[in-house]
């Protein structure tokens, strides 16, 4: 056993975050930061614009994981599974990639886990051969799948990751099918008109849409080459390569077998805190109080609870509040940006009026209540310049 | 005319074409973009944008 330290779980962007705040504060506590990948430090935004921009994965790596150790006095583990918590005796085991396992001693831990893509079940020989990218190895994969010359994708998902990769696939040369149950890109997160200029924009550059359909069955082809697949409304489509982004699952496993409350995600009060004593929780693997039990995995979220449980874990509890947070979507087709209201709010889509030539160029929609309030905003085209104006009206 | 990479989310900031929507006319230089500008995608300050390899 050795000295109780502050371990974090998880080296992606929420336990990098949490690391570096908490070193502003305190710089005599020792850290450990148990990562099941190597730990290299990288925008993770960029693994869905790299193609157009002809960047490998590797080149996506801003700090390498030894320099983040050095710079931030953390002790890293890198290609190490946290395999259990034993939250009464504030101890974790983790194994290396030698096969060895070690157990550490913990002040407080704080998971900061992540999540995996969620697999959608379909039929056929070819369905394991289903990519997702959720991080810098699964990009590399892709890359070397993908190759140099220009490929057809099937990109299953048009929420933001999968209209961002269909974006970013079509800049980089390739052709480019996307396959969503909806009937419209970012139903979830648009009114419908903005939705539809989003559907035009990527169309005009080449993209396919196969809205309102899912695919059931992947199949090698016949002749050899690539994949084909059958979607739900009897279309088939041929690719040499299926991506999924169908959405995220918090990685909880380990949470939950140590007795930890968990839903959606492992569910965090205001302060962060799990339901087991000094066991903290953060980032794509947790459902926030401060956000009404949901989950956020974007980065502005990341980055304000890092803060707030640095915040806490040195000592000063820092209850967290969410700002407006405005996620714009990196779909330079037609850019978006989205202050997304609270999903329980009833209210509705106002679109604000602009002269033809205008409408043409862009659109801005304000989130109404039942109040006449504005709760979230919607611009895109040219009308995404106008952030801070919106979020100035916007009432949280 | 440089362009900068915050090493968080990935937002480039681009001298030629400055933020307009934020105060800062095209052209402007990374040197003369305020200390208090933060990353309009993340919030982290000017010391965590590196600059862009060409």
Redesign the interface.
Known sequence: MSTPALVIVGAG?AGW?TAREFRKLDTSTPVVLVTADSGD?Y????LS?ACAQKRLAEQLV??PAAKMAETLNVRLLAHSQMQAVDAAAHSLTVTHADGSSETLAYRQLVLATGAHPIKVPMQGAAAAQVQSINQLTDLAQFQQALGTSPKTLLVMGAGLIGCEFANDLVLGGHTVHVVDPATRPLAALLPAAASEQLQAALHALGVVWHLGTTVQSLSPRADGGGLSATLANGHAVSADLVLSAVGLRADTAVAHAAGLQCERGVVVDDLLHTSAPDIFALGDCAQYASAGGRTLPY??PI??AARALASTLAGTPTPLVFPLMPV?VKTPAWPIVVAAPDPRLAGGWMAEDLDAEAAQAGGAWRFMDAEGQQRGFVLTGKQS????ELSKTTVL | MKTYICIVCGFVYDEAVGRPEDGIAAGTLWADVPETWTCPDCGVAKADFEAVEV
């Open positions: 962007l975050t430090f925008a993770k935004p960029t614009n801003t700090t980065v502005m980055m304000n714009s310049t106008r952030r801070m």
